[in-house]
């Protein structure tokens, strides 16, 4: 009975030590995450746990040139002059769910596949220090592909223009950085990548905010496959083919080929017809959740519904109610393109 009450109170002396120790060499939460927040930051607490952040976001410059998809059609020509973007302020809101020391820190703060907006973890918060930049034009959609995805996320980034109609994409800078000379080409803390999956990619699992990428196995195969559908038939058909003769080539007075507009229209159908297939009774292209999936096509459709084959949509009902919604939001209205 004594040995037992001993070692009871050896156990209390050591928990009580413990304590003390952890209270010494620990920094509360706030602190660790105040002094990783930007420059310019201001830092408020609410009733409730956690933290406050507010960040001056400075949005990009527009471009002022056609993407890489009309170079052909368009070169020689000039496009509408650039249009700069007043700052703005983004407010995120972030829960310290448990200590800075728990072992279990980063595996519950990982982003889930709908993660509210500013959840971050330490590495994130780092890396969001760095400004990435997105090098090509605001007239490209793959270019408005990864500027959406950062909308979303609520980063900051910077637009590089690169004139394709001015051949840049062709000129040494760029074919620094991308050998095959398209754009978008991307740079972030010392990572240089170009395609637009990759960056896509790298920046959803990089930045904090609404993860872009389902969990769910079956969800990210149909998002996956959206993908591989728009860049092996419906950019080709619905920009290529449609999309260029009627928009690009006929202002620059080189007219349309209809020959070419009439080829591009069935594979067009059916890529509309299978995100029809695939999306269902989703509320998105690949679940209840926006996914990379939709940031690939709205740019497509964008320019789609410039044009008299916007018809073509119509037996669609579902996705032309997802175009509805898309076109609602914030992130897709912030990156139209200026088309003068």
């Known amino acids: 009975m004594r040995d037992r009450s001993q070692a009871d109170l050896r156990r209390r002396q050591t928990a009580k030590r413990y304590s003390r120790q952890t209270a010494q060499h620990c920094i509360h939460d706030s602190e660790i995450h105040a002094s990783l927040l930007p420059q310019n930051a201001a830092l408020r607490y609410p009733a409730h746990d956690g933290f406050e952040l507010q960040r001056v976001i400075d949005p990009p410059a ?52 709908r993660a509210p907006a500013g959840h971050v973890s330490l590495t994130h918060t780092m890396e969001d220090r760095v400004t990435p930049i997105i090098y090509g ?59 637009t999956s990759p960056i896509l990619r790298y920046l959803d699992q990089v930045f904090p905010g609404p993860a872009l990428t389902p969990e769910d196995p079956r969800q990210r195969a149909r998002m996956n496959q ?31 080929d209809e020959s070419i507009v009439k080829a591009g229209i069935p594979r067009a159908q059916l890529c509309l017809k299978e995100f029809e297939r695939i999306k269902g009774a989703s509320t998105f292209l690949a679940g209840n959740h926006m996914s990379l999936a939709d940031l690939y096509l709205v740019p497509i459709i964008f320019y789609l519904k410039l044009t008299p084959e916007s018809e073509i949509m119509a037996p669609f009902k579902g996705l032309d109610l997802w175009w509805q919604m898309m076109t609602e939001r914030k992130t897709v209205k912030a990156t139209a393109p200026n088309l003068g």
């Open 137 to 195: 034009t605001e007239f490209s959609t793959y270019v408005r592909s990864v500027r959406i995805a950062f909308e979303e996320k609520g980063a900051q980034y910077t637009l590089h223009d690169v004139s394709v109609l001015k051949g840049e994409h062709k000129q040494t800078p760029h074919l620094a950085r991308n050998p095959f000379g398209t754009v978008p080409a991307f740079e972030h803390d010392g990572l240089e990548i170009y395609e």
């Open 62 to 113: 527009r471009g002022d040139h056609l993407g890489s998809e009309i170079t052909e059609a368009a070169a020689g020509a000039s496009g509408p002059m650039a249009d700069p973007g007043a700052a703005r302020r983004l407010h995120v809101s972030l829960a310290i769910l448990i200590s800075y020391l728990s072992a279990e820190f980063e595996r519950i703060l990982a982003p889930a596949w």
């Open 226 to 256: 959206i993908i591989s559908i728009i860049d092996y038939h419906g950019y080709a058909s619905m920009i290529g083919q449609i999309v260029v003769q009627r928009l690009f080539t006929a202002l620059l007075a080189n007219g349309t």
